[in-house]
């Protein structure tokens, strides 16, 4: 795991337990996409949609009921656009209509059955983004990670907690 953080820029490493195609389904269908990050109608080519539907409750195992904060959130619907797209290595997509910059996912075999995956958002307004991304994207990184080990997850917003305090460390906050 290798996390750098900075306020312009997030820079997330992960080795995971499954082969690029699979992790790739995980990047890529709606369904799949749901069960650790935001689901929603993927239109998969170079300026195509993808959608993003916030149900974070439903990410953990168990009922695990939603912070105040991010109350006014929950069902949110809304979609961004695919920039760049080279199947099964590479996705990248604007944030918030890239007024929050942009998202790159990308993917390399590690031998026939795990997936180095290299999330890297760029173009963040600030610490506060880099705070409030960072804690998000460890959180769903760890909960794809558990997914793709089958393991439980007890609670996203644990796991969200946790990420966003190291996100808040690293900006030495």
Same mark, same amino acid.
């Given at each position: 795991?290798?996390?750098?953080?900075?306020? !312009?820029?997030?820079?997330?490493?992960?080795?995971?337990?499954?082969?690029? #195609?699979?992790?790739?389904?995980?990047?890529?269908?709606? !369904?799949?996409?749901?069960?650790?990050?935001?689901?929603?109608?993927?239109?998969? =080519? #170079?300026?195509?949609?993808?959608?993003?539907?916030? =149900?974070?409750?439903?990410?953990?195992?168990?009922?695990?009921?939603?912070?105040?904060?991010?109350?006014?959130?929950?069902?949110?619907?809304?979609? #961004? %656009?695919?920039?760049?797209?080279?199947?099964?290595? *590479?996705?990248?997509? %604007? $944030?918030?209509?890239? !007024?929050?910059?942009?998202?790159?996912?990308?993917?390399?075999?590690?031998?026939?059955? =795990?997936?180095?995956?290299?999330?890297?958002?760029?173009?963040?307004?600030?610490?506060?983004?880099?705070?409030?991304?960072?804690?998000? $994207?460890?959180?769903?990184?760890?909960? *794809?990670? =558990?997914?793709? !080990?089958?393991?439980?997850?007890?609670?996203? $917003?644990? *796991?969200?907690?946790?990420? #966003?305090?190291?996100?808040?460390?690293? *900006?030495?906050?």
């Amino acid at each position: 795991m290798v996390d750098t953080i900075t306020a !312009e820029t997030l820079r997330f490493e992960r080795e995971l337990a499954a082969p690029v #195609e699979t992790v790739w389904q995980y990047l890529v269908d709606p !369904e799949q996409r749901a069960r650790w990050f935001m689901g929603g109608p993927t239109d998969l =080519r #170079e300026g195509g949609a993808i959608g993003m539907t916030m =149900r974070h409750g439903n990410l953990a195992d168990a009922p695990d009921p939603m912070p105040k904060r991010y109350a006014p959130y929950d069902g949110k619907a809304w979609h #961004e %656009t695919i920039t760049r797209l080279d199947p099964p290595n *590479l996705i990248a997509f %604007t $944030w918030s209509g890239g !007024e929050a910059g942009e998202v790159t996912i990308e993917l390399a075999p590690i031998g026939d059955a =795990r997936t180095r995956l290299t999330l890297t958002h760029t173009g963040l307004r600030g610490p506060d983004d880099a705070r409030n991304f960072g804690g998000g $994207w460890g959180a769903h990184l760890a909960v *794809l990670e =558990r997914r793709l !080990e089958g393991k439980h997850i007890a609670s996203f $917003w644990a *796991l969200h907690a946790e990420a #966003e305090a190291a996100a808040a460390k690293a *900006l030495g906050a």
